[in-house]
C-alpha cells in the first residue's frame, strides 16, 4: 500500500500533486499551514514540525516536500520554511519512510542564481535554525529565497547519499515560474518585468499540474534508476536565459 505526504498541499503546485497521486489510487496525507490539511503545521516553526512528525504514522512509501514562501517573507521564515522544514522534517521522519520510497523536494531554477560554494549552503543545512537566523540577520528577502532554493538543492544530493543504503531515492524539481498563488508575491519582489522577461522567453509561465506530472514521476517506479538529481521543468527558460 502507497502512502505519500504531501506538504503545501492546499494550494498550487502541492493541489495539483495531490489530486494527481488520488487519481493514481495512492493515499495522501497532506500538510500544511492552512486548515483542512490532514496536519496543520506551520513549518516555520521547529515545535510545530516536530509535532507534526510525531503526529505522523508509518510506514511512509513517498514524501513530497512542496510548501514554500517567496521573497516577500521575511528572510528567517524563508530560510525555516524552504530550506530548515523540509531537511528536519524529513530527518525525523526517517524511522518511519519505507525501504525504496521516494522523496521530492520542489525547488527553484532561482536556486542557481546563488553562488555560495557548497560547503557553505551544508554549513546551513547541517546548522538547522541557528545556522539559517543568523544568515537571516545578513540578507534580504530576494537573497534569502535564492540561498532557500540552493540549500534544497543541496540538501536533495546529501539526503540521496544518506538514504541510498534503504534504497531510498531523494530527488529535487526545479520549477521557473508558475502560475499559482505565489507568482503575485515573486511579481513584489523581484518585479513584474523580471517575470514578463521570462515569460517572453519560454513562451508562457508554467501550469501547477505541469510541475506536478514531473514529481509524480519521481515518486513512481517508473523513475527506480534516477536518484540524486534536479529536473528542471522551466519550460526551457534556465537554457534560453543562459544562451
Ligand atoms: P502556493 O503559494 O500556491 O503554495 C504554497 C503552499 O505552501 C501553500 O499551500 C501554503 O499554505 C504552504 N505553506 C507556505 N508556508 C507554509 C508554512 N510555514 N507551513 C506550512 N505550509 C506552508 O505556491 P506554489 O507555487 O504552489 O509553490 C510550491 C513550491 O514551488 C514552493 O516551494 C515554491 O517556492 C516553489 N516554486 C514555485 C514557483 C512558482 O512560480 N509558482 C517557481 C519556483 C518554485
Given at each position: 500500500m502507497s502512502r505519500i505526504l504531501v506538504t503545501g498541499a492546499m494550494s498550487g503546485i502541492g493541489a495539483a500533486l495531490t489530486a494527481q497521486l488520488r487519481s493514481d489510487g495512492h493515499t495522501v496525507l497532506t500538510l500544511d499551514?492552512?486548515?483542512?490539511?490532514?496536519?496543520?503545521?506551520?513549518?516555520?516553526?521547529?515545535?510545530?514540525?516536530?509535532?507534526?512528525?510525531?503526529?505522523i504514522e508509518g510506514p511512509l512509501t513517498g514524501i513530497a516536500h512542496v510548501a514554500g514562501?517567496?521573497?516577500t517573507a521575511p528572510p528567517a521564515v524563508i530560510l525555516a520554511v524552504n530550506t530548515v522544514a523540509p531537511a528536519r522534517l524529513n530527518h525525523l521522519l526517517e524511522p518511519k519512510l519505507a525501504d525504496g520510497a521516494a522523496i521530492v523536494i520542489v525547488a527553484s531554477v532561482t536556486g542557481h542564481r546563488c553562488l555560495w560554494p557548497e560547503?557553505?549552503?551544508?554549513?546551513?543545512?547541517?546548522?538547522?535554525?541557528?545556522?539559517?537566523n543568523a544568515i537571516a540577520a545578513t540578507v534580504d528577502g530576494v537573497e534569502a529565497y535564492q540561498i532557500?532554493?540552493?540549500?534544497?538543492?543541496?540538501?536533495?544530493?546529501?539526503?540521496?547519499?544518506?538514504?541510498?543504503?534503504?534504497?531510498?531515492?531523494?530527488?529535487?524539481?526545479?520549477?521557473?515560474?508558475?502560475?499559482?498563488?505565489?507568482?503575485?508575491?515573486?511579481?513584489?519582489?523581484?518585479?513584474?518585468d523580471r517575470l514578463d522577461a521570462a515569460a517572453a522567453l519560454t513562451g508562457r509561465h508554467g501550469r501547477p499540474d505541469e510541475i506536478a506530472e514531473a514529481v509524480r514521476w519521481l515518486l513512481s517506479?517508473?523513475?527506480?534508476?534516477?536518484?540524486?538529481?534536479?529536473?528542471?521543468?522551466?519550460?526551457?527558460?534556465?537554457?534560453l536565459r543562459s544562451a
Open positions: 499551514r492552512t486548515p483542512g490539511a490532514d496536519i496543520v503545521a506551520d513549518l516555520s516553526d521547529i515545535a510545530a514540525i516536530d509535532s507534526a512528525a510525531a503526529r514562501v517567496p521573497g560547503p557553505q549552503v551544508r554549513a546551513l543545512i547541517e546548522g538547522g535554525a541557528q545556522a539559517a532557500s532554493k540552493r540549500g534544497a538543492l543541496v540538501w536533495a544530493s546529501m539526503a540521496a547519499a544518506a538514504l541510498h543504503p534503504r534504497g531510498i531515492r531523494v530527488n529535487a524539481v526545479s520549477p521557473g515560474p508558475v502560475e499559482t498563488p505565489i507568482l503575485r508575491d515573486f511579481e513584489a519582489s523581484i518585479g513584474k517506479r517508473a523513475s527506480r534508476w534516477v536518484n540524486g538529481i534536479e529536473l528542471k521543468v522551466d519550460g526551457g527558460y534556465h537554457a
